[in-house]
Nanobody, 123 residues
Framework: QVQLIESGGGSVQPGASLRLSCVLS????????LAWYRQAPGKEREIVAA????????SMADSVKGRFTISRDNAKNTVNLQMNNLQPEDTAVYFC????????????????WGQGTQVTVSS
């Protein structure tokens, strides 16, 4: 069974950076496209970024373009989310997801979820 374990969340001030990581185990890493979602209190879960299994195609939410970068390390079975210039509106629980269909157009395509990691941005 595929498992996803996120790490790297925390509490930071506006303008700071964080790097989230998600390790996939129990499956063939190269078979999965990977995505980061986030869910703020009282809001629906929304996609932040996605990277296809080849590492060539990337999808980014408009709200994070120019600030966040998604990357995957096939040697370490890891997908990373580098978050720069964090703002209070980025506060949310961030989830890693794995899927085998591309492009990603619906959250229902996600086959496996991580448990989430909290990111809090506050002065």
């Amino acid at each position: 069974q595929v498992q996803l374990i996120e790490s790297g969340g925390g509490s930071v001030q506006p303008g700071a950076s964080l790097r989230l990581s998600c390790v996939l185990s129990g499956g063939a890493f190269g078979s999965y496209h990977l995505a980061w979602y986030r869910q703020a209190p009282g809001k629906e879960r929304e996609i932040v970024a996605a990277k296809d299994r080849t590492g060539i195609s990337t999808s980014m939410a408009d709200s994070v373009k120019g600030r966040f970068t998604i990357s995957r390390d096939n040697a370490k079975n890891t997908v990373n989310l580098q978050m720069n210039n964090l703002q209070p509106e980025d506060t949310a629980v961030y989830f890693c997801g794995a899927l085998r269909t591309w492009p990603i157009v619906a959250m229902s395509q996600i086959e496996f979820w991580g448990q989430g990691t909290q990111v809090t941005v506050s002065s």
